[in-house]
């Protein structure tokens, strides 16, 4: 935990708050704070800042709030639900480095049964944990859309509007400027067909190369390639 998250609720003054829960167990035990000791904090939405331990029980922090989060990555990411034991871990990633709009969509190769996984209940829970990494204050917009069609017939790309595709012959782009969205398939990418509904919906098909890449992998490997 790089920075410790702040919550409105957490405030009892304008400068002070009190921890419960899993950031006080993890200031007490990882942290080992002591009274005096200064730690990473940011207000959820807003700056960041320092906190100064007044008080071990409970656990109080004098806070100052006094600079901006990181910039945001100027991507929007499409990306077909994955299994739901590589969805936390894909959440969590894509928002430490600074993703803020996710569309979860489905997919031909997207089982059914994804989208009855009790992950996609606690999707906010690791958008903290990508926060928290990354020492970032603003939680992404999430958005699930079950149904393939209605999605890419009506959904409006900004920027670039880039597909990737394992048998694509255009190389992904580098060190792209400006805006992006970017479609990511499911486990061996989307089917033919997906790929013209990309393609009459203004997206190009781009290729890693010949690897074909798991979803945890190919999310990195695609944002670090493009900016």
């Given at each position: 935990m790089?920075?410790?998250?702040?919550?409105?609720?957490?405030?009892?003054?304008?400068d002070?708050?009190?921890?419960?829960?899993?950031?006080?167990?993890?200031?007490?035990?990882?942290?080992?704070?002591?009274?005096?000791?200064?730690?990473?904090?940011?207000?959820a939405?807003?700056?960041?800042?320092?906190?100064?331990?007044?008080?071990?029980?409970?656990?109080?922090?004098?806070?100052?709030?006094?600079?901006?989060?990181?910039?945001?990555?100027?991507?929007?990411?499409?990306?077909?639900l994955?299994?739901?034991k590589?969805?936390?871990?894909?959440?969590?990633?894509?928002?430490s480095?600074?993703?803020?709009q996710?569309?979860?969509?489905?997919?031909?190769?997207?089982?059914?049964?994804?989208?009855?996984?009790?992950?996609?209940?606690s999707?906010?829970?690791?958008?903290?944990?990508?926060?928290?990494?990354?020492?970032?204050?603003?939680?992404?917009?999430?958005?699930?859309?079950?149904?393939?069609?209605?999605?890419?017939?009506s959904?409006?790309?900004?920027?670039?509007?880039?597909?990737?595709?394992?048998?694509?012959?255009l190389?992904?782009?580098?060190?792209?400027?400006?805006?992006?969205?970017?479609?990511?398939?499911?486990?061996?990418?989307f089917?033919?067909?997906?790929?013209?509904?990309?393609?009459?919906?203004?997206?190009?098909?781009?290729?890693?190369?010949?690897?074909?890449?798991?979803?945890?992998?190919?999310?990195?490997?695609?944002?670090?390639?493009?900016?």
């Open positions: 790089n920075l410790i998250l702040l919550f409105e609720s957490d405030f009892l003054a304008p002070r708050v009190r921890l419960t829960g899993r950031r006080l167990a993890h200031v007490t035990s990882v942290h080992r704070a002591a009274v005096g000791d200064t730690l990473v904090v940011g207000l939405g807003g700056l960041l800042g320092s906190g100064v331990v007044t008080s071990l029980d409970p656990l109080e922090l004098r806070v100052t709030l006094d600079r901006q989060p990181p910039p945001p990555l100027p991507l929007t990411l499409i990306l077909a994955p299994r739901p590589v969805l936390n871990r894909v959440i969590a990633g894509a928002t480095l600074g993703v803020k996710i569309h979860l969509i489905n997919a031909w190769r997207v089982e059914k049964s994804y989208w009855k996984s009790p992950r996609l209940a999707l906010e829970e690791q958008c903290i944990l990508g926060l928290e990494q990354a020492r970032d204050t603003i939680l992404p917009t999430i958005t699930l859309h079950r149904l393939f069609r209605p999605f890419i017939e959904f409006a790309p900004s920027g670039r509007p880039l597909v990737a595709h394992p048998l694509a012959s190389a992904c782009p580098r060190s792209v400027h400006g805006e992006v969205t970017l479609a990511i398939g499911p486990e061996g990418g089917i033919a067909q997906e790929i013209d509904s990309f393609q009459r919906a203004g997206f190009t098909p781009v290729s890693l190369g010949p690897r074909i890449l798991r979803v945890e992998t190919a999310v990195p490997a695609l944002l670090s390639r493009l900016f």
